[in-house]
């Protein structure tokens, strides 16, 4: 981002003006650990080298959390609690604590440009797979398959059925649902547009990306509203193109605008956080958005949530994922004699070679998924965006969570290591899914979560512990139910996958 910027969301300063991302995120570790395990939280503080150390210290706070529904609120309330006391909106060069700047922010807001799709509602639920489009009995085999091999929770494909099961769910005319990173690979956009929603935009300026942005919406059946800055056009007359020369917004440094635009909107919708940026950027961005659905929610009772969940993180698991795991691992015959030297090199590592009892007596399994390449800023931006859902739906808001399978975007297969590991993974178990399939499923699951009481979404449902939230229709594309911890294969299926790549 630019110095001359006036306004932005910002990591705190030190003393010397520096910004560290790495002090900052393992403060915050360890103020959400403080509370629950003074021990852990003490261990955390002595991490050295944040960039491979905050790997462990992810996996504290999943376990601490794991203990009872209690503790998995208090780590994630201490941990909102301690970004939001760090965390800052940077005006004139002056730094607020980043909800008291936007709150006294005095934006006048953007005007609003409407496109009106132009076709007819898509009523039938269909998946794409594999060049095809998958429907009816084959969806089912489809979603059998995927459960017994491990790739999946049958409680996804409960989700995914009770979609077809209610095709009425699919006429979302009278939805409404801000998609923020409106075009994000992994997003709902097309999906929902299809079916009929109406979707408040937001992305950041390009030309290029809204003419593709405002293109799917006016070939769909849905409408979409686009911010553009007041006076830039005449909302009767300006064609497509000159509104997408001005379209768009920067969450991360207008965020105040995107809070005025989105304090307009009228009657019940949903926040949906689809952004993604690369480093400390993802943080920040993922700031930005947590600070909006705080601001939204004071003015808006009616306000729900959405994300999407990475697989690549920390999940406490059923105790049937873990059992399915330690069964392949025991069946491996005479691959366990040819991997049994590797071990030593922490290679054929099993999965689930300890597991946390709860208070209650319940065995939880703990799948370390995280992925070094990805990084620590990665890690707490989608820490931060599990701990607003658990904090949120305690306090009575509807929240749909979602894992999303590994899949081919465009942010994984620009990164050669990410993208080798992907295209030999599925020799452990792991189908890596196209974007395609990945998204219209997860949009399918978000539409389950707005209509369906039985989805964990609801917060009237009962949950054992908050985080079960995340195992809840949980596509993890075989990561959980995986013979090995997942990395100490990854180097391998790099190494698989860059032979799979080049013949």
């Not at 261990?43 to 210290?57: H, P, T």
């Not at 949980?474 to 911890?485: D, F, P």
Request: net charge neutral; hydrophobic share 45%; charged share 20%.
């Amino acid at each position: 981002l630019s110095a001359s910027m006036q306004t932005e969301v910002n990591f705190p300063a030190a003393n010397d003006g520096s910004r560290s991302t790495s002090a900052t995120g393992r403060a915050v570790l360890a103020d959400a650990l403080r509370d629950v395990s003074p021990a852990a939280a003490r261990r955390v503080e002595a991490i050295k080298d944040w960039r491979s150390g905050y790997l462990s210290a992810i996996r504290e706070l999943v376990v601490a959390a794991a203990a009872n529904p209690a503790a998995a609120v208090t780590v994630s309330q201490a941990g909102l609690d301690s970004l939001h006391q760090r965390f800052v909106w940077t005006q004139d060069g002056t730094d607020r604590p980043l909800l008291d700047g936007l709150a006294l922010s005095d934006h006048p807001g953007m005007d609003t440009f409407e496109v009106i799709g132009r076709n007819e509602r898509r009523a039938e639920f269909s998946v794409p797979y594999k060049g095809k489009r998958l429907t009816g009995g084959d969806l089912h085999k489809q979603l059998d398959d995927w459960v017994a091999r491990g790739v999946a929770e049958p409680s996804f494909a409960d989700a995914v059925r009770a979609v077809m099961a209610h095709p009425e769910w699919l006429n979302l005319r009278d939805v409404q649902v801000a998609v923020l990173g409106a075009g994000a690979e992994m997003g709902p956009l097309r999906q929902l547009l299809d079916w009929g929603a109406t979707v408040y935009a937001v992305d950041l300026p390009n030309e290029d990306r809204w003419n593709t942005i405002m293109s799917l919406a006016k070939n769909s059946a849905g409408r979409m509203a686009v911010p553009v800055p007041r006076g830039s056009v005449n909302l009767d007359t300006a064609p497509d193109s000159r509104v997408a020369h001005v379209a768009g917004l920067d969450v991360i440094a207008q965020t105040d605008a995107v809070l005025a635009w989105l304090r307009e909107i009228d009657g019940p919708f949903t926040l949906g956080n689809y952004a993604y940026a690369d480093g400390g950027l993802h943080v920040r961005v993922s700031m930005a958005i947590d600070a909006l659905s705080v601001l939204l929610a004071r003015s808006n009772r009616d306000l729900s949530l959405a994300f999407l969940a990475t697989p690549t993180d920390v999940f406490a698991v059923p105790e049937d994922a873990v059992a399915m795991a330690r069964d392949r691992w025991n069946q491996r015959r005479t691959r366990r004699i040819l991997q049994a030297p590797l071990h030593l090199a922490n290679l054929f590592e099993p999965a689930y070679r300890d597991t946390v009892i709860d208070d209650s007596g319940r065995e939880v399994g703990i799948s370390d998924c995280l992925v070094p390449q990805q990084g620590p800023n990665y890690a707490l931006a989608k820490r931060l965006q599990r701990w607003r859902a658990i904090v949120a739906r305690d306090a009575g808001t509807r929240v749909s969570l979602n894992v999303a399978p590994a899949t081919r975007t465009r942010s994984v297969v620009k990164n050669r290591a990410l993208a080798a590991a992907y295209a030999g993974a599925g020799q452990f178990g792991v189908e890596v899914f196209a974007p395609a399939t990945a998204n219209t499923l997860m949009a399918a699951l978000l539409v389950r979560d707005l209509h369906d009481p039985q989805s964990a979404a609801n917060p009237q449902r009962d949950l054992h512990n908050p985080m079960d939230l995340f195992a809840d229709a949980a596509n993890h594309g075989g990561l959980w139910r995986a013979a090995y911890e997942p990395r100490s294969v990854l180097t391998l299926a790099a190494v698989l996958g860059l032979f799979v790549r080049n013949a």
